[in-house]
């Protein structure tokens, strides 16, 4: 059966080898709270409809339009599976729910590299910000080598904002995007780290500046959101 959790996910669990995220435009607030409660009744009425998928979380974003969903699957045949046989009674029962949903698209990813504060155990998340990189090409040497720039400047910044709980690189598998989910405190600590000195977040260190003028990087967008639903398996 289908169970309902509040618990964020693992992002690092190691069966995870297809994480996918996608998003929904639903246009205010209210059509968010409502599509959340169309996914929630749809899902819970039915059985868990696969043993490869460990988990569905759906999150409401901050800007009252957006809906992002992740789902962690054992593998990408298991999600082809799900979407051959239950993928569309669950669509047109949300869509009879709440018309009019656009669905901007779904991208495959493998996780690459996570970091987490080493300051004992970490906060429940307050904010889950999504950072979506892409490229003008596919190239996943550029993927790994960009995400290894991060982590240099990470490490070398002399101010880091201390609302930061976590953060997970995750590369699509078409070679073109790199995705990181990073956990905050609280969705202030990151506008604050926002409004610190350098370009977004980091300090204005050559590191920092490498990072950001990466060859090929063809564009950066930042976007805040809460958990609003998490389904597992009994």
Known sequence: ?????????????????????????????????????????????????????????????????????????????????????????????????VPGIERVGLDRYRRYRSGTRENGTAPVPGCVVIVDIEFESPDPGRQRAWVDAVFEALESDPEQHPGGISAHFHLSTDGTRVLNYAEWQSAQAHIEALAAPGEGIGSATAAWRRVQNWPGLKSSTVARYDHALGLVPR
């Open 1 to 97: 059966m289908t169970r309902r959790t509040d618990a964020h996910p693992v992002l690092d669990r190691p069966d995870v080898r297809a994480p996918l995220f996608s998003t929904w435009r639903v246009g205010t607030p209210e059509r968010q709270r409502l599509t959340v409660d169309a996914i929630a009744r749809t899902w819970e009425r039915r059985p868990w409809p696969a043993d490869g998928l460990l988990g569905y979380h759906v999150y409401t974003g901050h800007d009252g339009s957006t809906l992002l969903h992740h789902s962690q699957w054992t593998s990408e045949q298991a999600f082809d599976g799900f979407v051959k046989v239950h993928r569309q009674e669950r669509v047109d029962e949300i869509d009879t729910a």
